[in-house]
């Protein structure tokens, strides 16, 4: 509607309002199908008061010096006098952001009359962890918790099938979803994207790791729109990371820099600083180790358990393979195992941590389990990528501060060959990290991990000669929404889906209907080069982008499609070929 008076996401809004009017009332009139809407009350006090008797029996449980500064940090949230239309939070890994944004912005919710709250994190295994937290903190009694917090992902479960679409038009009270249909829906020109868009004005927005929701590319336009969100729909929001870059000082990103008001209050912050740096210690391996058998020897020297995590699907699983080869105990987990048996993995991980706290065994995956997991290793060795993967996996280490200090997180790298692949955005990345390391200033910035990402992130920008021209700024100016919506996807590389499960490759040759859900769960997704190479025919009438996987080849229980990928590019590099 170019020259109107709506445009951009004032414009998607009207639209959105539209579009889920006319969905309702067609599927009303044409079905007989009334819209499920769960009686939840707001009662926001009610449930800031619930969350906070929560997280304090949580902490009686253990008393010890880490749940005090959680404690501290938690009360310093809940009684936050911020009244900014945007916030941030600095608050180191593993301190409680999870439950003290949720009381701050309860309070926000209470103050302001609003309608709901957003979560939204960059990984699914993050969001169900959240949604079982918030389900327990924020239920009042008699309440069904799903009715109160929802997931929006294609991985979450519903008791009640009426929720699910309930989940997907973002009616729920709290709305627990991805980086990837939060922002998506923001740039959207569809009706089934945009008509849930209407939801979000009079809502709390709690972006967690902030620092791996988007593509820095992105932030540009994207960061307009949260603003106008903020300041214009009455949508209260904050920021928050353990390694959050503050990108909106950096006139790179931000047209118009700012300082948005810090939840880790001056009063609380130098305590909480010094226990977390007291936690963890990071170290660098400034010589590369010359082969996978080399790195083994070494982290096997360190103290267990220990997690690993590789820049790359191959990397891990050479790493995973070497270890289980020699006989030591490890789990793996990658996006090279289907949805359903990382899941088991990851309850098998937490199953050990429980039992065998001092345990020698190993967890090796890659950067899937290097943020918001609340996990806790002895020993952390991080393949050399930037300063904020680095500090997210000290994370995952002495979490608890359950080693009482005596953990180290390894920087290192593996030289290429046999086998070990590089990953492309890691090299620049990795590069400043070993120059903050060399320099001194990763060990002075450290003291606030805010200072030191945001450092990182300056640098980084000014090595590859500033940002490039924002193609997906321009569209929005121009009113092309066809190309706000291109330039806007989140994940722009696209990928194929290989079925792995014989199960579901019998019913989609016997012509049955599968469901999304099933067809997830039953597929891993791989890049488009890794499909030709392997000479996979795709399943006909799904235009090249469904592949089945030979069954046999997948191994459940550890290494996933990586088992056969390793053999065929061994045997590749032996002068074989598979016919």
């Known amino acids: 509607m170019p020259g109107g008076e709506l445009r951009g996401l004032a414009l998607r809004l009207a639209l959105s309002c539209?579009?889920?009017?006319?969905?309702t009332d067609t599927a009303r009139a044409v079905q007989g199908v009334e819209p499920f809407e769960p009686i939840v009350k707001p009662r926001w006090s009610e449930r800031r008061n619930h969350l906070k008797a929560y997280v304090k029996r949580k902490q009686a449980v253990e008393a010890n010096d880490r749940n005090a500064v959680r404690g501290r940090f938690f009360d310093d949230c809940f009684d936050s006098a911020i009244t900014a239309s945007m916030a941030s939070c600095e608050?180191?890994?593993?301190?409680?952001?999870?439950?003290?944004?949720t009381a701050y912005l309860l309070k926000r919710a209470e103050e302001?009359?609003?309608?709901?709250?957003?979560?939204?994190?960059?990984?699914?295994?993050?969001?169900?962890q959240t949604a079982s937290i918030l389900r327990e903190a924020l239920c009042l009694p008699g309440e069904d918790p799903e009715a109160v917090v929802l997931e929006h992902h294609h991985r979450a479960?519903?008791?009640?099938?009426?929720?699910?679409?309930?989940?997907?038009?973002?009616?729920?009270l709290v709305i627990v979803t991805t980086a990837v249909q939060f922002f998506e829906t923001l740039s959207a020109n569809a009706p089934s994207m945009l008509r849930k868009l209407h939801r979000v004005p009079g809502s709390a927005i709690f972006i967690d790791e902030a620092h791996a929701a988007l593509p820095v590319r992105l932030w540009r336009q994207y960061w307009l729109w949260l603003k106008e969100l903020a300041e214009q729909w009455n949508c209260p929001t904050v920021l928050a990371s353990g390694s959050l870059g503050r990108f909106w000082t950096d006139p790179e990103i931000v047209s118009t820099p700012c300082i948005l008001p810090e939840l880790v209050t001056v009063?609380?912050?130098?305590?909480?600083?010094?226990?977390?740096?007291?936690?963890?210690?990071?170290?660098?391996?400034?010589?590369?180790?010359?082969?996978?058998e080399d790195f083994c020897a070494f982290a096997l020297a360190q103290p267990g358990p220990r997690v690993i995590v590789m820049n790359t699907l191959q990397n891990a699983a050479l790493v995973a393979r070497h270890l289980g080869t020699i006989g030591h105990r490890i789990h793996h987990?990658?996006?090279?195992?289907?949805?359903?048996?990382?899941?088991?993995?990851?309850?098998?991980?937490?199953?050990?941590?429980?039992?065998?706290?001092?345990?020698?065994?190993?967890?090796?995956?890659?950067?899937?389990?290097?943020?918001?997991?609340d996990l806790s290793f002895r020993t952390g060795f991080r393949e050399r990528f930037g300063a904020c993967n680095l500090v997210q996996l000290g994370g995952r280490v002495n979490r608890g501060d359950e080693y009482r200090g005596d953990a180290v997180v390894f920087d290192f790298a593996l030289r290429s060959g046999d086998g070990i692949t590089s990953h492309p955005a890691a090299t620049e990345s990795g590069k400043i990290l070993l120059h903050l390391f060399k320099s001194g200033d990763f060990?002075?910035?450290?003291?606030?991990?805010?200072?030191?990402?945001?450092?990182?992130?300056?640098?980084?920008?000014?090595?590859?000669?500033?940002?490039?021209?924002?193609?997906?700024?321009?569209?929005?100016?121009?009113e092309n929404y066809p190309a706000v919506v291109e330039q806007g996807r989140v994940i722009a590389t696209e990928t194929k889906i290989l079925i792995?499960?014989?199960?579901?490759?019998?019913?989609?040759?016997?012509?049955?209907?599968?469901?999304?859900?099933?067809?997830?769960?039953?597929?891993?997704?791989?890049?488009?080069?890794?499909?030709?190479?392997?000479?996979?025919?795709?399943?006909?009438?799904?235009?090249?982008?469904?592949?089945?996987?030979?069954?046999?080849?997948?191994?459940?229980?550890?290494?996933?499609?990586?088992?056969?990928?390793?053999?065929?590019a061994e045997l590749k590099a032996n002068g074989g070929a598979i016919l």
């Not at 539209?18 to 969905?23: I, R, S, T």
């Not at 302001?112 to 169900?128: D, G, Q, S």
């Not at 579901?504 to 859900?517: E, L, N, S, T």
């Open 500 to 568: 792995v499960k014989a199960d579901v490759q019998r019913a989609i040759k016997a012509g049955q209907k599968i469901g999304f859900r099933a067809l997830l769960d039953g597929s891993v997704q791989i890049w488009p080069h890794k499909v030709r190479s392997l000479g996979l025919e795709p399943v006909q009438g799904w235009d090249n982008n469904l592949y089945p996987f030979p069954p046999q080849q997948y191994d459940s229980e550890r290494l996933g499609i990586m088992q056969w990928l390793l053999s065929h």
């Open 267 to 292: 009063e609380s912050g130098p305590a909480i600083f010094t226990a977390e740096r007291q936690r963890v210690q990071y170290r660098p391996c400034t010589q590369a180790f010359t082969s996978v």
């Open 91 to 101: 608050g180191p890994v593993g301190i409680g952001k999870t439950t003290a944004v």
């Open 157 to 172: 479960e519903f008791e009640n099938e009426g929720l699910r679409g309930t989940a997907v038009t973002w009616r729920a």
């Open 443 to 478: 060990d002075r910035l450290i003291e606030n991990p805010a200072d030191l990402i945001t450092r990182a992130l300056h640098l980084e920008i000014n090595q590859c000669g500033g940002l490039s021209r924002d193609v997906l700024l321009d569209a929005e100016r121009d």
């Open 18 to 23: 539209l579009v889920d009017a006319d969905h």
């Open 333 to 373: 987990i990658s996006t090279a195992l289907c949805p359903p048996d990382r899941a088991r993995i990851l309850a098998r991980v937490r199953r050990d941590l429980d039992e065998h706290r001092r345990g020698n065994w190993s967890l090796v995956g890659t950067s899937c389990i290097e943020a918001g997991l």
């Open 112 to 128: 302001l009359n609003l309608r709901r709250i957003f979560v939204v994190a960059p990984y699914t295994n993050i969001l169900t």
